[in-house]
């Protein structure tokens, strides 16, 4: 069975830094990787996915995430943060027709 | 285009109570999920349905959850009778393919 790990729960970023947010999976074919934002009272909105192909890949807010087979990860980066960032994200890994999501990391902006 | 849509948005009952929520997925979206998400946590499917035939429904507790798609558009999930475990967000998703899943707001239950 499939899984994804996020092993940052909370992250504190100044509004303007980089961020970058952890996710490794474990599957045993080639994985099909999502990363989904949530805001709170809200439902989650796709930020990007891989399923082949070029392994950096680019997402909607200026978001991209970089899959690499070796590390089994699919980390999620932004070059500088805005304030309307803070949310919950969550790295999700599709298998055998079933998406399965990690417990998600909290990000905080911080002035 | 209109979104996921699901009612209520947040319910709060005693346990023991019933209750039930509704989803009514994108238009022409065939496929159609139900999700809970515990607080921490990410979320974790419940049931999937392609149009009425609900095709994945082992993490679906049968003895107290029950589901139904009718004419294979809007959706039901209820609970019968709640426990205080069941305290959640519940999600519903709809989609053309696997691939990309479009998720309502959800419906926040909250058992006493």
């Known amino acids: 069975a499939q899984s994804v790990t996020q092993p940052d729960i909370h992250i504190t970023v100044s509004e303007g830094a980089s961020l970058e947010l952890r996710c490794n999976y474990s599957?045993?074919?080639?994985?099909?990787l999502f990363w989904y934002v949530q805001s709170p009272g809200q439902g989650l909105q796709l930020l990007l996915k891989?399923?082949?192909?070029?392994?950096l890949v680019q997402g909607i807010k200026g978001f991209e995430a970089e899959f690499k087979r070796s590390q089994s990860s699919f980390n999620l980066r932004k070059p500088s943060v805005h304030w309307s960032d803070a949310a919950e994200y969550f790295c999700?890994?599709?298998?055998?027709?079933?998406?399965?999501f990690g417990t998600g990391t909290r990000l905080t902006i911080i002035p | 285009e209109a979104g996921v849509v699901q009612s209520p948005r947040y319910k709060i009952i005693e346990k023991k109570q019933p209750v039930a929520f509704w989803c009514n997925p994108i238009?022409?979206?065939?496929?159609l999920y139900w999700y809970r998400q515990n607080l921490g946590q990410g979320p974790e499917l419940l049931i999937r349905?392609?149009?009425?035939?609900?095709?994945?429904d082992s993490q679906l507790p049968k003895d107290r959850f029950s589901a139904e798609r009718l004419k294979g558009v809007d959706s039901t999930l209820k609970i019968q009778p709640a426990e205080l475990g069941d305290s959640a967000v519940y999600l519903c998703?709809?989609?053309?393919?696997?691939?990309?899943?479009?998720f309502g707001p959800g419906t926040r239950l909250t058992v006493t």
């Open positions: 999700a890994v599709l298998g055998n027709e079933k998406l399965t």
């Open positions: 238009s022409g979206h065939n496929t």
């Open positions: 891989y399923f082949s192909g070029d392994t």
């Open positions: 349905y392609e149009n009425e035939e609900a095709v994945d």
């Open positions: 599957y045993g074919a080639t994985p099909y």
């Open positions: 998703a709809s989609s053309l393919t696997t691939y990309e899943q479009y």
